[in-house]
């Protein structure tokens, strides 16, 4: 994240303080982190039990945004947390996503850093390695990104499809934009309907898993067809009803684009 760019201020693990990583500062809490070093972000990274408490103890702090890069984080825990990350006007992305990314900026994650260059394509994905496949094929075609959001594939989610592209919609420098989805759930058929209704500007898409049988759990916890609403043929029909082209293969973003 450094290496990217990040302005990395502060590490928080209890009872390493006084000790520095990569010449960062590390504090026993998140609290003397934002006060001694006004952090205003963080990431988390510790162990599924624990990312509940961490994520509070980040929001409590007064942190605004909050990245969980755990996985197997437990379901009731983001029942817990997720309203109350609202109630406090802290925005989080994930669990169980590779982060985000502004190429020329910042990043919070753990995403390739060779993989992004600096242009007007704002790309939201439910996969990580898609997200960098799909990025990758993006900038060696000459497609940069202004954000790369990888929002997570489990079915309780800080930050929605639907959140996503509001955001870019508002974004001025997004011109158009990249949707990453697969089976499982409602998420894509909501954010055609969004696209529909609200979004002015180009978006093209991606939906993985149509070779899936039904009823089969795949990687992600969130994604798992049950009856007719959360396969491929769904999620690409509606994108297709939105008038949001779906690429056959993650390569073939690129295609799509040139047409927008």
Excluded: W
């Amino acid at each position: 994240m450094i290496d990217f760019g990040t302005k990395v201020v502060a590490g928080v693990t209890p009872g390493k303080g006084g000790t520095k990583v990569e010449g960062v500062p590390v504090f026993d809490s998140v609290r003397e982190a934002v006060h001694r070093r006004r952090a205003n972000a963080s990431i988390i990274f510790v162990p599924a039990p624990y990312a509940k408490d961490a994520a509070i103890e980040a929001i409590e702090g007064g942190i605004k945004l909050v990245v969980i890069i755990t996985e197997r984080v437990p379901f009731h825990d983001c029942l817990d947390l997720m309203p109350y990350a609202r109630s406090r006007g802290c925005t989080v992305i994930g669990p169980n996503c590779p982060g985000l990314a502004s190429p020329g900026q910042a990043k919070m994650g753990i995403m390739p850093n060779l993989l992004f260059k600096e242009g007007d394509a704002g790309v939201i994905s439910r996969s990580g390695t898609l997200t960098y496949e799909i990025v990758n094929a993006m900038t060696e075609a000459g497609f940069g990104q202004t954000t790369c959001i990888g929002i997570g594939g489990d079915p309780i989610i800080g930050t929605s499809l639907v959140d996503a592209l509001g955001m870019f919609q508002k974004d001025r420098k997004t011109k158009r934009i990249v949707v990453v989805g697969e089976i499982g759930g409602t998420a894509e058929e909501e954010a055609a309907d969004f696209i529909k209704r609200r979004v002015t500007k180009p978006v093209v898409a991606y939906v993985a898993g149509r070779t899936a049988p039904p009823g089969k759990r795949m990687g992600h916890a969130g994604a798992i067809i049950q009856g007719n609403r959360g396969t491929a043929e769904s999620k690409v029909k509606a994108f297709e009803v939105a008038g949001v082209p779906v690429a056959e293969y993650p390569v073939g973003i690129p295609k799509l684009l040139a047409a927008t």
